[in-house]
């Protein structure tokens, strides 16, 4: 996010993102190709017409009252979590995990960085496991259970076309939600600045002349 508001970046069209093959790649794709930055757009646009900002990008409460706000009045936001080695063969339902947690239940796994984007939220029907220690076994009992909407970037035969539900505190992926708000681009608020980011004030002055075109 901090990149998106200090250097910018360009759209799909310009630079395709490239997710990978999920099918070779276990547990998780890796991108084809170098990791140049591009010089000039696959569709034939200027770099300097397609290069988007972001606002200062700031800090979602790790709350859930907040979260649903946040995603009801701003849409999607980003969020980053721990990835385990069984996130890589999820394929539906909602996910949580023993990976991580203390012993008897916790499992010992491999563990990673991720970063996703969070959409929304729901609740469903899901068979819990907890440890009983009156008899020192696993308890399987089925909660309505409220888990939030993510987007992956492994492609759409990963997971639910792409997508995944996760439990709530689980990972930290509630915990550490970025957001920000585009800017208009800057073709739109600086014609022939050539991808160089406009000032606060010049972005300010250009985007009331925008909105005032369209009341």
Request: charged share 15%.
């Amino acid at each position: 996010l901090q990149y998106l508001n200090t250097t910018g970046a360009f759209t799909s069209t310009c630079h395709p993102y490239d997710q990978g093959d999920h099918r070779s790649h276990h547990p998780w794709p890796q991108p084809k190709g170098s990791q140049v930055c591009p010089k000039a757009c696959e569709d034939g646009e200027t770099l300097a017409k397609t290069k988007h900002f972001g606002t200062k990008p700031y800090n979602v409460p790790h709350n859930v009252t907040a979260i649903k706000l946040e995603l009801l009045v701003n849409g999607p936001s980003g969020t980053q979590m721990t990835v385990y080695s069984d996130f890589g063969s999820y394929k539906s339902g909602v996910y949580w995990t023993s990976c991580g947690l203390a012993p008897p239940l916790g499992t010992k796994c491999q563990a990673w960085g991720h970063a996703v984007k969070i959409l929304g939220w729901g609740h469903d029907m899901v068979n819990i496991t907890t440890w009983d220690n009156v008899t020192n076994s696993t308890k399987h009992t089925l909660q309505d259970t409220e888990y939030w909407i993510g987007a992956n970037s492994w492609s759409t035969d990963w997971g639910e076309g792409g997508f995944f539900r996760i439990m709530h505190n689980v990972v930290g992926f509630d915990s550490a939600i970025g957001a920000q708000h585009p800017l208009p681009s800057p073709s739109q608020l600086l014609p022939g600045s050539h991808g160089q980011r406009p000032s606060a004030e010049e972005q300010l002055r250009r985007a009331h002349e925008l909105a005032a075109r369209y009341q």
